[in-house]
């Protein structure tokens, strides 16, 4: 049974600074393909920052410069940092995994719950 749990999540200042963490428990970190997504109210979800088994990283044009993904084999955990928040990054923020390298595509198999960002 797979479970991605997300937290970090809050309300923060335009400009500001914040890292979601997501920890897996029944998937290996090391050797999978993993993503972070977010919604925001009325719109699709949209894929934020890929990264591969190897470590090497997607990340969507809005976001690139800002937001870097980056995992701990070791804690089986997954990371975004994000840097000089802007309104429109206000969403929630998701954590999805699969087997297969997806990158920034919606039909990722395994999904968090989410962690709510809001940026003021």
């Known amino acids: 049974h797979v479970q991605l749990v997300e937290s970090g999540g809050a309300s923060v200042e335009s400009g500001g600074s914040l890292r979601l963490s997501c920890v897996a428990s029944?998937?290996?970190?090391?050797?999978?393909?993993m993503a972070w997504f977010r919604q925001a109210p009325g719109k699709e979800r949209e894929g934020v920052a890929a990264?591969?088994?190897?470590?090497?990283?997607t990340y969507a044009y809005s976001v690139s410069n800002r937001f870097t993904i980056s995992k701990d084999n070791v804690k089986n955990t997954l990371y975004l940092d994000m840097n000089n928040h802007q309104t429109e990054d206000t969403a929630m923020y998701f954590c999805?995994?699969?087997?297969?390298?997806?990158?920034?595509?919606?039909?990722?198999?395994?999904w968090g719950q989410g962690t709510q960002v809001t940026v003021s």
């Open positions: 990264i591969d088994r190897n470590g090497y990283p």
């Open positions: 999805a995994a699969d087997d297969f390298d997806l990158q920034l595509a919606r039909h990722y198999r395994y």
């Open positions: 029944g998937y290996d970190v090391s050797g999978g393909y």
